[in-house]
């Protein structure tokens, strides 16, 4: 039996789900992710955030801190839509990406583990239908 034709269009992860699909509370896994020294490096060097909190041991523990601070940013990047399954099920009815805030309730120091995880909170039906998510940041259990 002939294999069918190749058609990059039907490479894909899953069908596409669109914005009626989508149901508050449902949650879309990323994976874990631990917070090294290489990540704090490259972190710096991209943001060009040179705050001895982020690098100086010395600083950090003078300043009450057990280890080395990661960047804020560094830490809410770890929950970025395209780092888990959300853009791939929602495929191609994602347009853009149009807002973020965050509030960083616990400091991520070097060593740690994250489990992040979005959340759907809002779902808001209009001439742009927009879906609100929460990305949540677990720590590795003892932190």
Not at 55 to 83: E, K, M, P, S, W
């Amino acid at each position: 039996m002939a294999e069918p034709e190749f058609s990059p269009k039907e490479h894909r992860f899953a069908t596409s789900r669109y914005f009626d699909d989508l149901g508050v509370g449902e949650r879309f896994y990323i994976p874990s992710r631990t917070m090294t020294e290489a990540l704090f490096a490259a972190f710096q060097l991209a943001s060009g955030d040179n705050h001895p909190i982020h690098y100086d041991r010395v600083y950090c523990r003078a300043h009450g801190h057990r280890d080395l601070l990661a960047h804020g940013l560094l830490v809410t990047a770890q929950a970025a839509a395209g780092a888990g399954l959300f853009p791939h099920v929602i495929g191609d009815s994602l347009i853009a990406f149009l807002e973020q805030s965050s509030r960083f309730l616990k400091p991520v120091y070097v060593g740690d583990t994250l489990y992040p995880m979005l959340t759907i909170t809002e779902l808001r039906p209009g001439a742009h239908d927009r879906c609100h998510r929460d990305a949540g940041h677990h720590p590795q259990p003892g932190q």
